[in-house]
């Protein structure tokens, strides 16, 4: 048999303008990464079915030559290695790259599908490349891309079907492709979805233990202020009387029981002031204390500087910066991609800063989730301030600035 040489194939040419391709961020990590897995899972099996059917069918049926199955293998087999590749990168090069990527793909999966004469299974492959382009582009780019591959498609059995074959054939891989895009995006917003409302419950659980130490806080105020006010000053009236009646007493035994009830009024009013001032001491927040056992409970490496003498006396504003040191070291470890973050409280006049840095790369466009935003709402309500800046390859700087009287 005659060896034909096997179609050109056209160039395929991105459907997205350059200003498009500028704008693409590098896909969500926390929601590509957990999704990887089972992409990367499927596709190889799916290519594994797809390459076995057409390695024992297509040649045998349509009699090829040696020579163009051996090219055909050549291409499958660095279509799988170039598939893995672009997942095994997937979170680490950018956008731009990674498209190349898919675009090389999606010339090796048409090749190998020319070499077989328009195979209808190793068109198969097209829906491999879809689904990884639903992890990269916004879903209407991901549908411009489809309609290229799937036209070159198109192209390529046309050269060897007869025209209706072909056209059923390209428009049916058009809805699976659509099909592996949606399921992507799909799986990717629900997996934000859950992880939003994972943060969103962290933050009511936060707020709940700070209502609560503040309920807590203003029970113990006002039942101090009480034993003070009430019984403070009813034993102090009470040693006044006792003093007045042991100088009217002439000596005789009353007396010296008067003296007694003198000093055990004496000591009540110590008990009373010593219970109160014990009472106003639990009411604090330890913060250093504190911040060091949240250090401890993290897997990052966190370096505290604190001034030797800090001191908050207000538990809500203590808790408060904790809160914030603690969502700190949460978006370092979960989004920042940090291994090391260093927490700075430092008396700035009439406030106390919080300030706070870690060596991630930084990101190009900060959005404030429900954890900044949340920190934000509880700076904001006590009248502080919180700024955050991130430039690309500095990591994350945040200050977060409360308002005290009570620092020494």
């Known amino acids: 048999m005659t060896v034909l040489p096997a179609p050109a194939l056209p160039p395929v040419i991105s459907p997205f303008p350059p200003t498009v391709l500028a704008g693409l961020r590098q896909p969500g990590a926390g929601a590509t990464a957990e999704i990887l897995r089972t992409v990367r899972l499927t596709n190889v099996i799916t290519w594994a079915a797809l390459s076995l059917h057409s390695l024992l069918v297509e040649p045998a049926r349509d009699h090829l030559p040696l020579r ?42 048409l090749g190998a599908n020319a070499f077989l004469n328009g195979s209808s299974v190793q068109a198969g492959l097209l829906i491999l490349v879809a689904a990884q382009v639903g992890l990269l582009l916004p879903f209407r780019h991901a549908l411009g891309w489809v309609a290229v591959q799937s036209g070159t498609l198109l192209w390529v059995l046309l050269t060897h079907w007869h025209n209706l074959d072909a056209w059923a054939f390209a428009t049916g891989y058009v809805c699976f492709q659509v099909l592996a895009v949606t399921s992507v995006r799909t799986a990717m917003r629900e997996i934000r979805a859950r992880r939003a409302l994972g943060t969103v419950v962290e933050e009511l659980q936060a707020t709940r233990a700070l209502l609560s130490e503040a309920s807590r806080h203003a029970e113990r105020l006002q039942i101090s202020r009480e034993l003070h006010d009430l019984l403070g000053h009813h034993l102090t009236g009470l040693g006044m009387h006792l003093q007045v009646a042991a100088h009217l007493l002439p000596d005789s035994p009353a007396r010296t029981h008067v003296h007694t009830a003198q000093g055990v009024a004496q000591q009540l009013l110590g008990d009373v002031r010593t219970a109160v001032r014990g009472m106003r001491d639990m009411s604090r927040c330890d913060f250093p204390l504190e911040l060091h056992a949240l250090a401890q409970g993290t897997n990052l490496r966190v370096h505290i500087s604190l001034p030797p003498d800090l001191r908050l006396d207000c538990p809500v504003t203590g808790r408060v910066l904790l809160r914030c040191a603690q969502e700190i070291m949460t978006n370092a470890a979960r989004h920042a991609h940090a291994t090391q973050v260093w927490l700075d409280v430092q008396r700035a006049g009439a406030s106390v800063q919080l300030r706070a840095h870690d060596d991630g790369p930084g990101v190009n466009a900060l959005r404030f989730g429900c954890g900044l935003s949340g920190m934000r709402e509880r700076l904001e309500g006590l009248g502080g301030t919180l700024d955050v800046r991130t430039p690309p390859g500095q990591g994350v700087t945040l200050c977060a600035t409360l308002p005290v009287g009570g620092l020494a």
């Open 68 to 109: 163009e199955v051996q090219w055909w293998g050549t291409l499958n087999l660095t279509f799988i290695a170039g598939m893995l590749l672009t997942l095994h990168l997937m979170n680490r090069w950018p956008p731009r790259a990674l498209l190349g990527l898919l675009a090389v793909q999606s010339v090796l999966a």
